[in-house]
C-alpha cells in the first residue's frame, strides 16, 4: 500500500494563478480531508468528504474548492492564489469513525 | 475559535528528561483525544490516543494523562531520546472531524 500520496511536493504560484493538489488513498478509506499548517496555528480543517460525492466545508474554507468523484482522490483547488494562502498543505485519510487519520507527505505552497 | 489550546510552544529538555506537553479543550462533546508526532518533512502521524472516560493510557515510554473535570490532557515522554525531537499535536475530535492545538516543538539534547 502507498498509503496517502500527495502531489506536488512542492509548488511557487503568481498571485491571481490557480491550481489544483492532487490527492490519493489506496485504503478504500471513505473519510478524506485537507488540512493546512502554519506556523503557531497547528492544524486548521479546510474541507472534507464523507464518501464519494460528498463534501464539507471545515474551519477554513475561503479560497478553496472540493470534489470527490471517486473514493481514492481528493483534490484541493485553488481558484485564485492569494498570499495568504502560502503554507503546507495535508491531505489525509481514515474509516468513517475510524480513530486513525493517516496523513500525506504534504504540499510546500508559495505563493508571491 | 481555539477549542483547543496547547502549551508551551516550544521545549528543550536533556536526554532521559520527561518533557511534558498540555491542552485544554472547549467543548466537552469531543469523544476521543490523539496526540500525533510530525518529524521535520513529514506528515503527522498517529501516537497514542485515549477516550474521556479512561484518566490515563500508557504505550511504552508514551503516556496520556486525562482529567474530564478540568477539560485538560496532557503527553508525558518517559526517558526522554534524542529520536524524540519532533513536533507534537494534540487534537480533539468531534462528529468524525478533528480539531488541532497550536503543537509544540520538542528537542531533546543528547
Known amino acids: 500500500n502507498a498509503g496517502v500520496t500527495q502531489t506536488p511536493k512542492f509548488q511557487v504560484l503568481k498571485t491571481g494563478q490557480s491550481m489544483t493538489l492532487q490527492c490519493a488513498q489506496d485504503m478504500n478509506h471513505e473519510y478524506m480531508s485537507w488540512y493546512r499548517q502554519d506556523p503557531g496555528m497547528g492544524l486548521r480543517l479546510i474541507h472534507y468528504?464523507?464518501?464519494?460525492?460528498?463534501?464539507d466545508q471545515g474551519e477554513v474554507p475561503n479560497g478553496y474548492n472540493v470534489s470527490r468523484s471517486t473514493t481514492e482522490d481528493f483534490p484541493l483547488r485553488l481558484l485564485s492564489a492569494a498570499p495568504s494562502q502560502t503554507s503546507v498543505y495535508f491531505c489525509?485519510?481514515?474509516?468513517?469513525?475510524?480513530?486513525?487519520?493517516?496523513f500525506g507527505p504534504g504540499t510546500r505552497l508559495t505563493v508571491l | 475559535q481555539q477549542q483547543v489550546k496547547q502549551s508551551p510552544q516550544s521545549l528543550i529538555v536533556q536526554k532521559g528528561g520527561i518533557p511534558i506537553i498540555n491542552c485544554a479543550y472547549e467543548?466537552?462533546?469531543?469523544?476521543?483525544f490523539p496526540w500525533y508526532q510530525q518529524f521535520p518533512g513529514k506528515g503527522p502521524a498517529l501516537l497514542i490516543a485515549i477516550r474521556p472516560d479512561v484518566s490515563e493510557k500508557k504505550e511504552g515510554r508514551f503516556t496520556i494523562s486525562f482529567n474530564k473535570s478540568a477539560k485538560q490532557f496532557s503527553l508525558h515522554i518517559m526517558d526522554s531520546q534524542p529520536g524524540d525531537s519532533a513536533t507534537y499535536f494534540c487534537a480533539a475530535r468531534l462528529y468524525g472531524k478533528l480539531t488541532f492545538g497550536q503543537g509544540t516543538i520538542l528537542t531533546v539534547h543528547p
Open positions: 467543548n466537552t462533546a469531543f469523544d476521543y
Open positions: 468528504s464523507v464518501g464519494a460525492g460528498i463534501t
Open positions: 489525509a485519510s481514515s474509516y468513517t469513525g475510524g480513530n486513525t487519520q493517516y
